[in-house]
C-alpha cells in the first residue's frame, strides 16, 4: 500500500528527471531569445526599419542600444536647453533612419552619438556648475555660508575659490 508521501516522492523523482525531448525544447527556447536581441529606445517588431532591424538582430548592437539611452537620459536630466537636445536627438535619429542600411554604418552611428551626448552631459554639468557658483559670487555671502550652501548641494569645497582663499 502506497502513501501519500512514497506517491509525492516517486512523482518528484520523475519530475527533477529532465526528459531529452524537454531539454531540447528549452535550448530551442533560448537560442530563440538570443537571435531576437532587444533594445532600449524601441521595441523590435516586424515594422521596424532597416536599421532597427539590424539592431534588433545584433546583441552588441543592442547592448549599443543600451548604452546609448543612458547617455541620452544623462544628458537629459543635466541639460540647459531641453528643446534643443530634443531637436537633436530627432535630426540624428532620422539621419541614421534614412542613411544606415548595414551594421558598420549602424554601429559608426551608436559610437558617434554616445560620444556627443556623453560631451553634451560634460558641458552640461559643467555650465551648471558655473551657473551655481555665479550665483553664490552675486548673493555675496561670506565664505563660510557659500562653502554651507556647497556642501548642502553636494558641492566640493575644495574646487571651489572662496573668499578665503583668495
Same mark, same amino acid.
Given at each position: =500500500?502506497? @502513501? ?5 516522492? !516517486? ?7 529532465? &526528459?531529452?525531448?524537454?531539454?531540447? *525544447? =528549452?535550448?530551442?527556447? *533560448? ?6 536581441? &532587444? ?5 523590435? @517588431?516586424?515594422? &521596424? ?8 538582430? $545584433? ?36 539621419? !541614421? ?15 558617434? !552619438? ?9 558641458? /552640461?554639468?559643467? /555650465? ?9 559670487? %552675486?548673493?555675496?555671502?561670506?565664505? &563660510? ?6 556642501? =548642502?548641494? $553636494?558641492?566640493?569645497? %575644495?574646487?571651489? @575659490?572662496?573668499?578665503? @582663499?583668495?
Amino acid at each position: =500500500m502506497f @502513501t501519500f508521501n512514497t506517491v509525492f516522492s !516517486r512523482a518528484f523523482q520523475r519530475l527533477a528527471k529532465p &526528459s531529452a525531448l524537454l531539454s531540447i *525544447g =528549452m535550448l530551442a527556447a *533560448g537560442a530563440t531569445l538570443v537571435a531576437d536581441a &532587444s533594445a532600449a529606445s524601441f521595441k523590435c @517588431t516586424a515594422k &521596424s526599419s532597416a536599421s532597427e532591424k539590424i539592431v534588433c538582430q $545584433d546583441p552588441a548592437l543592442s547592448a549599443l542600444d543600451d548604452r546609448l539611452a543612458a547617455s541620452w537620459h544623462r544628458a537629459k536630466d543635466t541639460t540647459i536647453d531641453p528643446a534643443a537636445l530634443e531637436a537633436a536627438r530627432t535630426q540624428q535619429w532620422l539621419w !541614421r533612419q534614412h542613411h544606415c542600411t548595414d551594421e558598420a554604418c549602424v554601429k559608426s552611428w551608436y559610437d558617434r !552619438r554616445i560620444v556627443e551626448l556623453d560631451a553634451d552631459y560634460e558641458q /552640461a554639468k559643467q /555650465a551648471r556648475h558655473d551657473a551655481f557658483e555665479a550665483s553664490l559670487t %552675486a548673493q555675496k555671502l561670506v565664505p &563660510s555660508a557659500a562653502d554651507a550652501v556647497r556642501k =548642502m548641494k $553636494d558641492t566640493p569645497v %575644495a574646487k571651489t @575659490t572662496t573668499a578665503s @582663499t583668495q
